[in-house]
């Protein structure tokens, strides 16, 4: 199996770079889509498929054969535009950096670059999306359905230190609307119902629903409420991050949340969301994260590692509905979201021989 240059790889990924694509902005993603597909064209031989949505185009390219294995990441990103301009893609001292080069820029390239090298790829799917930033609400039933009609899931997610994921937390975001009653603050607040207030009270109660114990965590992230300093606030927004290891804990959060009471009876609570990713137990990988070891070391790789982490990812409804799954094959680096992300150049070639190889086993298993 012959594999690209690191000169290559790095070309692919700057063309990738270049074209920003913050999740939900719409000719961004678009944009975005028509430069992985062109990608894939020019190193695949064949045309990618532009699936339309509501939120931007998916990606998908068939090898024609019978599908076995589904490559499956995300296009979209978490930076607003603009932001290549003040951290463009640049190559330097070992590392590569840029909006989105991380997660998952370059696990786009790697898996692109990894079926290239393949003897065979008839057997082969690639699957990019444009909403995994955002819960994959568009993509979530093609994934589902690719998958399944796959029975494998690679998932190109980044890896931190370079190691696999062989287990994610379930995710969801809830958000909880308060509606209260405007007042004059100072002529006669008594007559108002403080949305703030209420929020406040609820932001206590929705804390004290984690669980550390069972790995549950309940993390109110972000809040808005008012209009001006001198007015009691007649509504208030507060949205909720939760991860559960088990199953069971998803239900219960779903339901402390839908039951939620107002403290002060004048004021209204919309609860909104649920846990929409469920969790991956590490017997859903156990099995291919064994063989992606053995191929690691018939290529003379490093040995690999796998662990288990908070986020989620599109490998949480693959392994939900029964689909052996492995994760974090993408580029090994850090900052995922943050703008200190960056790759680690020296190892790209190496994770698109892992691919590579993981891809021919599992279309000859």
Request: net charge negative.
């Amino acid at each position: 199996m012959s594999g690209p240059s690191l000169s290559e790889l790095l070309d692919d990924l700057r063309s990738l770079v270049d074209v920003e694509s913050p999740s939900l902005d719409v000719p961004a993603v678009t944009a975005s889509a028509a430069a992985v597909a062109q990608l894939v064209e020019r190193r695949l031989g064949s045309p990618a498929e532009l699936v339309d949505g509501p939120v931007g185009p998916h990606v998908v390219w068939r090898g024609g054969g019978e599908p076995r294995v589904l490559a499956v990441g995300h296009h979209d990103t978490v930076f607003p535009a603009g932001t290549l301009t003040t951290r463009p893609f640049t190559v330097a001292e070992g590392r590569a950096t840029g909006p989105g080069v991380f997660d998952m820029k370059a696990g786009i390239v790697i898996a692109i670059h990894a079926i290239a090298a393949l003897p065979d790829r008839s057997g082969v799917e690639l699957l990019m999306t444009c909403d995994e930033e955002v819960g994959s609400t568009t993509s979530r039933q093609l994934i589902e359905e690719r998958a399944a009609a796959c029975g494998v899931a690679l998932v190109l997610e980044p890896a931190a230190d370079g190691a696999l994921k062989v287990g994610r937390k379930g995710t969801g975001t809830f958000e909880v609307v308060v509606r209260g009653r405007a007042a004059h603050a100072g002529l006669e607040p008594e007559r108002g119902v403080n949305a703030l207030v209420e929020a406040s009270h609820q932001v206590l109660a929705i804390t004290a629903l984690a669980d550390p114990s069972r790995g549950t965590t309940v993390t109110p992230t972000v809040a808005h409420a008012g209009t001006a300093d001198n007015v009691v606030p007649a509504e208030a927004r507060v949205r909720v991050d939760v991860r559960v290891t088990e199953p069971a804990e998803g239900v219960r959060l779903e339901a402390a949340m839908a039951g939620l009471a107002p403290v002060d009876q004048a004021a209204i609570l919309e609860i909104l969301g649920s846990v929409h990713r469920p969790p991956v137990p590490e017997s859903a990988t156990s099995e291919f994260f064994a063989l992606a070891s053995k191929v690691a070391v018939e290529l003379g790789l490093p040995e690999l590692r796998g662990v288990a982490v908070g986020g989620g990812s599109d490998g949480n409804f693959t392994a939900a509905i029964g689909v052996p799954t492995l994760d974090g094959l993408g580029a090994t680096g850090a900052g995922a979201h943050a703008d200190h992300e960056h790759v680690i150049v020296d190892e790209l070639p190496d994770r698109v021989r892992l691919l590579t190889g993981l891809m021919d086993a599992l279309q000859h298993r």
